[in-house]
Structure formats: C-alpha cells, structure tokens
C-alpha cells in the first residue's frame, strides 16, 4: 500500500471506533434514563443538563457558542444557514472523552411546503465524535444524527427508513451537494457498513 492509503486506512479506522463508542454511549445513556422511567423528550427537548449530567459524565471541555461556532459543514464541505432546514443543534454538551453531544430540535415541513416549525414530538441527537476542535467538522464523516423516537423513547440512527417527518432529509446518504443537510442521515449507515469511513473520503 502506498502512504496515503495507509493513513486514511488507520484515519477510517480510528474514526470507525470513536464512532461506535459515540453509540454505545449514547444508548446506554437514554436506557439507563428509560429504566429511571425519565421522561426523555421532556428533558432533552427542555435541556435539563443537571438530569443530564447525572447519565452522561461531563468532560467539562470548551464548548462553542452554537452550530455556527462549531464550524459544522454539510458532507459536501458547504454550509448554508438559509438552508438548514433539518436540524437547529441548540445545547452541546462535552462527554468525558471530549466528544461533543448536542440536543437539537427536528424541524418539519407544513403540508403546503412554505415554511418550517420545530416538531417537538421529536428530539435530535448528534455526536461529534473526535471534538469540536478536530477537522473534518462534517456531517457524515465525523458528526453523526440520531433521534428519539417518541413512540418507542428508543435511539435510532438516521438513514434510511429513518420514521421521521420530511423524511427525504434524513433517508439518503449523503444526499446531493446543494442539500445543507448533506450528511445528516448516513449514521445508519455507518453502523452497518464495516468499510463505511475507508470509502467516503476524509477531507
């Protein structure tokens, strides 16, 4: 193998297992909530970071202002504020191992198609797996979307089948370069398909 094939093979690896820990973390967070009988839609769409803390430990690292301040892109490397209709990250919050876990707001599409509205039967939840700090800073590649389904207060991946509203947004993977979403539904994917970083390019 030449040099770059060798590093972006350990580069995918490394973020293959920061991923899967972003998972395991985030499951076992919500079940212990569940088993608690928490009300999760309640607290995570309230950002009760005290009930928070007490079911994922808090790395008390920096935290940006916002999504903005993260200098988040769509899989593409673009980022359109106007058209960043799918997610608003609101509170992040650092886990032990500085990834960053943010609590968002699912916004629908009303049935004409004229304006979006946060949906609050669902909360969105995303990992930055390797930290704020550390580039790529894309959805897909190393910032990853889940969702509580209010039906079920189970954590499911984002990708296809995803049971959401406007679900277009969230079933493909990476989507088209003019979405500003590009990105947000491949978490599914990336669970599932064990060569997912060593074919998606990391820059």
Not at 42 to 54: C, G, H, L, T
Not at 144 to 172: E, I, R
């Amino acid at each position: 193998m030449t040099l770059p094939t060798l590093v972006n093979k350990y580069q995918a690896q490394v973020l293959r297992t920061q991923f899967l820990q972003a998972n395991t973390i985030l499951q076992d967070g919500i079940t212990r909530m569940r088993y608690d009988e928490v009300d999760l839609n309640d607290v995570i769409n309230k950002r009760n970071s005290a009930i928070i803390e007490q079911y994922f430990e808090n790395g008390h690292c920096e935290l940006p202002a916002d999504e903005k301040g993260a200098g988040y892109k769509n899989f593409f490397g673009n980022y359109d504020t106007a058209g960043r209709a799918a997610s608003s990250l609101i509170q992040p919050y650092c886990l032990k191992n500085g990834m960053l876990l943010w609590f968002g707001k699912l916004k629908n599409i009303d049935p004409t198609g004229t304006f979006w509205y946060d949906d609050n039967r669902y909360s969105l939840l995303a990992i930055d797996i390797n930290g704020w700090k550390k580039k790529p800073n894309m959805f897909g590649k190393d910032v990853f979307f889940w969702y509580l389904d209010p039906d079920t207060n189970m954590v499911k991946a984002v990708g296809k089948y995803a049971d959401l509203p406007a679900s277009y947004l969230y079933t493909q993977c990476p989507g088209s370069t003019g979405m500003a979403e590009a990105g947000i539904g491949c978490a599914a994917k990336a669970l599932y398909d064990p060569k997912y970083f060593e074919e998606i390019g990391l820059h």
